[in-house]
């Protein structure tokens, strides 16, 4: 008799294991980072090049300045909302936000982890999306109001027609005005998006009158929303000194705020690339040698971007993993 075949419906497959989506977000920033460097490779070697001839006391200067941003950030994250935030979350927060920000259009990257941290928190996301609003609008404010500032102290800082060519303005206003004919044409046409946008905004002005009741939120609004710009151009000052950039540090910073103000129109990750051609345009209207300014630009991205971009995705992947975003 022919021996009968084994039933091999009965022998137990092995399980395929598989790898939840959300190990898969925490690697993604590093993989990220990865591309981006990659393919900034050029930039980082010049960069890490200008850094050796430099002099240490001032980097590290710039290095502590840097650290510092991330904390202004944080004040002006707590004073848009009304509820307590987590310090140490907080703060952990703004520094993976500062990964995300470089890996995604200016701001949409910081937004989205931010967004997500408040949800998180409980705070609803009508809300949450008001509080953003603030947040934006507190640190616009503050920018241009601290270039604002340092201009009328110092309007010697800037040859303002090396800066904006002649020709530029009209073609600038122009677009300018385009913009706002689309906007309104629009919201004019399409019933839903009024409505929303009104919802918003009515959202957005009460929690700006909580904001603004308690004395504490209003001043780590406002205060943090100032100080971020103010850290940020020290630290590019610093950044100068250490590399002899014949620019005094006020000029610099007045050269800073004017080049972050104008590339905040262009939607690129981090603002790498446009942040550099910007600045290095600044300090030369500024009056600084052309050769010495790259140099202190290379180094100064190096330090603000490029150092904490590696840890800053650690921790934008570790946030993930334990559910803080």
Known sequence: MPTPCPDVTAVPLPERRRVPLRQILCLLPLLLVTAVAVQHRSVLAEGFGHLRTAEWPWLLAAACATCLTWVAASFTRQGAVMERLPRRRLLATQFAAGAANHLLPTGLGASAVNL???????????????????????????????????????????????????????????????????????????RRLRTALCSFLRTALCEARSVHTRPSRALALWGGSLAFPALQATGLAAVGQALGLPVPPAHMAVAYLAATVAVALVPTPGGIGSVEAALIVALVAAGGPAAVATAVVLAYRIITVWVPLVPGALTLGALVRWKVI
Request: overall charge neutral; charged content about 10%; glycine content about 6%.
């Open 116 to 190: 997500r941290f408040m949800t998180m928190c409980g705070v609803p996301l009508a809300r949450s999306s008001a509080a953003l609003a603030l947040y934006l609008l507190a640190e616009s404010v503050g920018r241009v109001g601290l270039l604002a500032v340092l201009l009328i102290a110092f309007p010697d800082a800037l040859r303002l027609g090396t800066l904006l060519p002649d020709d530029a303005l009209g073609p600038l206003l122009l677009a300018l005005a385009v913009v706002a004919v689309v906007a309104v044409t629009v919201l004019t046409l399409v």
